[in-house]
């Protein structure tokens, strides 16, 4: 098949959510794993050689064409966003989702030390975690992880992209040292305060994720602490 990468590109252009190699494989009958991982690789150069709107990135499993981040403004300015803001403590829930995964809901109660169902329902609401089934323990309590869903919203291609320890401690740093100007004094900080700053860490500075607008950056300020919340 020798238009085998203009049939791929044309399919990524329409496609609502990121493609996967499975899902091309079904699709495009005949085509090779090998074959459609190299047209994959092949746009990736041409559309990052070119550098213009927008370009193919890897992301929750599979590829999607993305509006580069810098042109977030003009693209609001079209699409005019209305995002539903997340509160400080869904993030919060929702960053010891991500890390403890899968996990049920004492062990979030456990680490942020606050009673957690209305945040869960939030978040299965908003389709960020999913319910993975039943622990058995006594009262067989729900098991929670995330979804693809959280993996396109926040720009990663799959958990192992999350930021590392080492990569939250240090932010948590920065965060300390911005706030020493203000006089406040930090002492050991607790399970909640660090998932507090794990939620912070997890917010994307320029690329997060419109998963509707297949755009970076639409939906940033949906993912930033809401102050009324």
């Known amino acids: ?14 496609a ?8 091309l494989t079904k699709i495009i009958s005949g085509a090779q794993t090998g074959q459609l991982r190299q047209a994959l690789e092949e746009l990736e150069v041409e559309y990052e ?6 370009f193919l990135n890897q992301i929750a499993g599979g590829y999607q064409f993305r509006t580069r981040p810098e042109h977030m403004e003009w693209i609001k300015r079209l699409l005019q966003p209305k995002p539903l803001h997340l509160s400080k403590a869904a993030l919060e829930t929702l960053a010891i989702i ?10 979030i109660e456990h680490i942020r030390g606050v009673d957690c169902g209305g945040v869960l329902r939030v978040l299965l609401e908003r389709k960020f975690i999913r319910v993975l089934g039943r622990r058995e323990l006594p009262g067989r309590p729900l098991i929670y992880a995330t979804t693809k869903h959280f993996l396109e919203v926040f720009g990663l291609k799959n958990l192992e992209d999350l930021p590392t320890p080492k990569e939250i401690e240090e932010f948590g740093s920065s965060l300390s040292q911005a706030t020493e100007g203000d006089g406040k004094e930090e002492a050991g900080a607790s ?3 660090k998932s507090e700053v794990t939620a912070a860490a997890l917010i994307p500075a320029d690329s997060a994720s419109g998963a509707e607008n297949r755009t970076p950056s639409t939906q940033t300020e949906a993912l930033k602490p809401d102050p009324d919340a």
Not at 49 to 54: D, E
Request: glycine share 4%.
């Open 16 to 23: 609502e959510e990121p493609l996967t190699i499975e899902r």
């Open 191 to 193: 399970s909640a305060e």
């Open 98 to 107: 991500a890390y403890k995964q899968p996990v049920i809901r004492s062990d």
């Open 1 to 14: 098949m020798d238009d085998i990468k203009n049939i791929v590109e044309s399919l990524l252009f329409v």
């Open 49 to 54: 050689a070119r550098q213009g709107g927008f």
